[in-house]
């Protein structure tokens, strides 16, 4: 088996340049990736001047749009906005950057990999870096990485047709907010594990119910984001949609059957009593009360 200097798991910028750096500096280099590229992955694709300046490939060549604006807004409504004399962010996308490095650290002589996952019983190389990303696996065969707090990311793309242009060009707007403030998301979760109902956790978290929670968050979605809530839709979204609305959508339909079933079986059971009520007057003729018998659907003999 060829041996190398070093073994770097992981394609990303951070695995693509250190790889580059490290062929550069002479080392035979090996790097391996699980996925094929191009290959996407969330991330918002803004490069920040400084770590363009710490980049030793140059990303022109990938870069999309130049950010000089910066808005910073507070829970969506105090919002202070900046221009910089020079862009801050260069904007780009992740499966064409990340492809634009690796394919730089392959002009540079490292060997490259695609579609390969690392495997801690077969490494023929001196040194290992890391590079596998936030669920990588190297740390936790090495025995590192204690203590990682795992969290949740959604990314949408939203295209200038959708989004207005001369509001969010060359702009960058970050959103210094929680959905809930007061309990967040996962007090809902939890709340709907234990209960096994979304009707029950929303009453018991937010305290009102499935059609109120849908309505205030469509509001609160449009409101915010203008034009953007239909993206806000699909992407905050995104997975939102997924998580939350789509079994809102069902929850809402299963409750409504049951409405309807108890209606139709409220029917059923008035026409049943009519019609024995019907039955017993014609059997038992004029042993009814009186004239004044008001039995609903009932034949007078
Ligand atoms: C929603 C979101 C928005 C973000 N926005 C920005 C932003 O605008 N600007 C910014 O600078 N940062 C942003 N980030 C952070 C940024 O995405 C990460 O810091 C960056 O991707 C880390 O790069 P990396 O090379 O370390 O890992 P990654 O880019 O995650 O690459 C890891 C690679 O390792 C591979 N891999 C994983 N496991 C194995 C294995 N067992 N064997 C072989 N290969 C493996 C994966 O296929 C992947 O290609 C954002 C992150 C998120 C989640």
Same mark, same amino acid.
Request: aromatic content about 6%; overall charge neutral.
């Given at each position: 088996?060829?041996?190398?200097?070093?073994?770097?798991?992981?394609?990303?910028?951070?695995?693509?340049?250190?790889?580059?750096?490290?062929?550069?500096?002479?080392?035979?280099?090996?790097?391996?990736?699980?996925?094929?590229?191009?290959?996407?992955?969330?991330?918002?694709? *803004?490069? @920040? /001047? +400084? =770590?363009?300046? &710490?980049?030793?490939?140059?990303?022109?060549? !990938?870069?999309? %749009?130049?950010?000089?604006?910066?808005?910073?807004?507070?829970?969506?409504?105090?919002?202070?906005?900046?221009?910089?004399?020079?862009?801050?962010?260069?904007?780009?996308?992740?499966?064409?950057?990340?492809?634009?490095?690796?394919?730089?650290?392959?002009?540079?002589?490292?060997?490259?990999?695609?579609?390969?996952?690392?495997?801690?019983?077969?490494?023929?190389?001196?040194?290992?870096?890391?590079?596998?990303?936030?669920? *990588?696996? @190297? /740390? +936790? =065969?090495?025995? &590192?990485?204690?203590?990682?707090?795992?969290? !949740?990311?959604? %990314?949408?793309?939203?295209?200038?047709?959708?989004?207005?242009?001369?509001?969010?060009?060359?702009?960058?707007?970050?959103?210094?907010?929680?959905?809930?403030?007061?309990?967040?998301?996962?007090?809902?979760?939890?709340?709907?594990?234990?209960?096994?109902?979304?009707?029950?956790?929303?009453?018991?978290?937010?305290?009102?119910?499935?059609?109120?929670?849908?309505?205030?968050?469509?509001?609160?979605?449009?409101?915010?984001? *203008?034009?953007? /809530?239909?993206?806000?839709? &699909?992407?905050?979204?995104?997975?939102?949609?997924?998580?939350?609305?789509?079994?809102?959508?069902?929850?809402?339909?299963?409750?409504?059957?049951?409405?309807?079933?108890?209606?139709?079986?409220?029917?059923?059971?008035?026409?049943?009593?009519?019609?024995?009520?019907?039955?017993?007057?014609?059997?038992?003729?004029?042993?009814?009360?009186?004239?004044?018998?008001?039995?609903?659907?009932?034949?007078?003999?």
């Amino acid at each position: 088996m060829k041996r190398f200097d070093a073994l770097v798991v992981g394609g990303g910028p951070a695995g693509s340049t250190t790889a580059w750096r490290l062929a550069d500096a002479g080392a035979s280099v090996l790097l391996i990736d699980k996925a094929r590229f191009p290959r996407d992955k969330p991330c918002g694709g *803004g490069v @920040t /001047a +400084r =770590a363009e300046r &710490l980049c030793p490939i140059d990303i022109s060549p !990938v870069v999309e %749009e130049e950010v000089d604006l910066v808005e910073l807004r507070f829970r969506y409504e105090d919002a202070v906005v900046r221009r910089a004399s020079q862009p801050v962010i260069r904007m780009t996308q992740r499966r064409r950057l990340d492809a634009h490095l690796l394919d730089a650290a392959r002009e540079k002589g490292v060997e490259v990999h695609e579609g390969e996952s690392f495997d801690p019983a077969n490494v023929a190389a001196d040194i290992v870096v890391g590079a596998d990303g936030a669920n *990588g696996t @190297t /740390a +936790r =065969a090495f025995d &590192l990485g204690n203590g990682i707090v795992h969290g !949740v990311a959604y %990314e949408g793309n939203v295209s200038y047709g959708v989004a207005d242009r001369d509001r969010y060009a060359n702009r960058a707007v970050i959103e210094l907010a929680a959905l809930d403030t007061a309990h967040g998301l996962s007090d809902f979760f939890a709340a709907w594990k234990r209960e096994g109902s979304m009707d029950r956790a929303i009453r018991s978290t937010y305290g009102i119910t499935l059609n109120d929670f849908e309505k205030r968050w469509q509001q609160r979605t449009r409101r915010r984001y *203008g034009a953007l /809530a239909l993206v806000s839709n &699909l992407t905050i979204g995104g997975a939102f949609v997924l998580v939350v609305l789509v079994p809102l959508y069902f929850a809402r339909r299963h409750r409504d059957r049951l409405r309807m079933a108890a209606l139709v079986a409220a029917d059923e059971a008035a026409e049943r009593v009519a019609r024995e009520s019907a039955i017993e007057a014609l059997l038992h003729g004029d042993d009814w009360p009186g004239p004044g018998d008001e039995r609903p659907g009932v034949p007078r003999s």
